[in-house]
Each structure stands twice: as C-alpha cells, then as structure tokens.
C-alpha cells in the first residue's frame, strides 16, 4: 500500500502594487499552464472596495478577511485536485505567509515590480478600475519587497507582456504535472 501523501497542487499569487500587471500575466500563466485564474480583487468585501475608491487606503484590519477569503480559494482549488493562479497585492511579508499557511506551504509568487513612473502611468491609463492612481504612493509605502524569500519569481515589468509571462512561467517551472504546477 503506498502511505506517500498526494502532493496538493501548487498555486500561484501574482503579486504587486496596484498597476503592475497582476491581472493580465496571470490570466495569461494560467491559459498557459491549464490552470484557473481567480481574478482576487472580486474577492473584496465591498466596504474594502467602497474605501479604495474614495482614495482611502486599507488596513491591515480590512486586509486580512480579504487575504482570508483568498485562502480558501486556493484551498478549494487543491482539494479539488487543481493548481490556482490568483491575483493578489500580497504586500506585506506577514501577508504572503498567511497564504502560505493556507496554502499548505504549497504556494509560489510571482512578483511583478518596476518604477513608480511606469506604474503610475499604467494605473492613470487604464480605465474601469476601482483603485485611484492616488493611493499607488501608499502601496508602495506598505510594499516588502519579498527579497530572500522562498518561492518568489521577481519579474520586472518594463517589458512585453509576453516576455513578463515567459520569466514568470521559467521562474515557475520545476517538476509539472497534470492539473498545474507542483513544488519539486
């Protein structure tokens, strides 16, 4: 009888300030992969939605049922026997472990940095989105960059989407099975 745990399939955060690319790289890690993507800003209570849209921004109160919801996301996906790529700002280091212990330790990020001018560009173009270019300054204030930390693809995002995507799923790769990517 083979005792050996099945290895939960791996989930993938694209993470970053407001305006890095988070939704577009990984809609397109997912297609990729064959893997969900779960879109995280949805996952907002509305008050936290409501508040960034009048330019005020979140505490770390108002972020952690959000960070909790998308747990259980990623926790549904493995127990359905299924990668995830989900988007989220995953800011804080104290934020990223909390998605690791949801996770299982079966978590990999994927950091999409670059300038304040490029990012403020980008979010001052774009249209239909909920967060105001004003508060980029106040992510990047709570930003901890997830330097030295285990199972983080840093990504730059002065380049094509479809460069941004090729480091990513690079970065990402190791031992891959059906279903998503799997910790090696």
């Known amino acids: 009888m083979n ?3 099945k290895a939960l399939p791996l989930a993938v955060v694209v993470m970053g300030v407001s305006g890095c690319g988070k939704s577009s790289v990984g809609e397109r890690v997912a297609a990729q992969n064959g893997m969900p993507f779960l879109e995280g800003d949805q996952l907002h209570p509305v008050a936290n939605v409501e508040k960034m849209a ?3 921004p979140l505490t770390d109160d108002d ?3 959000w960070l909790d919801r998308i747990g259980a996301e990623i926790k549904t996906a493995q127990r359905a026997s299924q990668g995830l790529v989900i988007s989220c700002s995953a800011l804080k280091k ?4 909390r998605l690791r212990q949801a996770a299982g330790g079966r978590l990999a990020f994927v950091f999409l940095e670059g300038s304040r001018d490029l990012l403020l560009s980008r979010m001052q173009g ?3 989105h909920f967060m105001p270019a ?12 997830p330097t030295d930390e285990a199972s983080v693809v840093t990504v730059a995002i002065d380049m094509s989407l479809d460069d ?12 891959t099975v059906k279903g998503g990517f799997h910790a090696g």
């Open 134 to 145: 004003s508060l980029l300054d106040s992510q990047l204030q709570t930003l901890e960059p």
């Open 63 to 65: 972020r952690l049922p």
């Open 164 to 175: 941004m995507v090729a480091l990513a799923c690079e970065g990402l790769r190791g031992a």
């Open 54 to 56: 009048k330019g005020i």
């Open 94 to 97: 104290s934020y990223r472990d």
């Open 126 to 128: 774009r249209q239909g």
């Open 3 to 5: 005792l050996e745990k």
